[in-house]
Nanobody, 119 residues
Framework: QVQLVESGGQLVQAGGSLRLSCAASGRTLSNYVMGWFRQAPGKSREFVTEIGRLSITKTYADSVKGRFTISRDNAKNTVYLQMNSLKPEDTAVYYC????????????WGQGTQVTVSS
């Protein structure tokens, strides 16, 4: 079992930056592919970004490419999401998730952290 806890969400003005953190416990984070997802009000959850176990492979949704950066510190069992040039449409609850294999479904999910971008 992996427990994931997100933090760092808050209200920010458009154009601003935030860094989200996802702290893992229960298992060594380095065993897992990690991802960030988000869900805006009235919309389904969508993929944001994903990072491989050794940080070699990173994938981003087109909507966040060039603005968001995912990283991980396996020694600290933590994954980060640096968000720059934030837009009102980035407003959502952000979730981190973990899976054991690149082509597997995400198995473990955090409780989410709210990001609100004001215009």
């Amino acid at each position: 079992q992996v427990q994931l806890v997100e933090s760092g969400g808050q209200l920010v003005q458009a154009g601003g930056s935030l860094r989200l953190s996802c702290a893992a416990s229960g298992r060594t984070l380095s065993n897992y592919v990690m991802g960030w997802f988000r869900q805006a009000p009235g919309k389904s959850r969508e993929f944001v970004t994903e990072i491989g176990r050794l940080s070699i492979t990173k994938t981003y949704a087109d909507s966040v490419k060039g603005r968001f950066t995912i990283s991980r510190d396996n020694a600290k069992n933590t994954v980060y999401l640096q968000m720059n040039s934030l837009k009102p449409e980035d407003t959502a609850v952000y979730y981190c998730a973990a899976k054991l294999a690149a082509k597997a479904e995400y198995t473990y999910w955090g409780q989410g952290t709210q990001v609100t971008v004001s215009s």
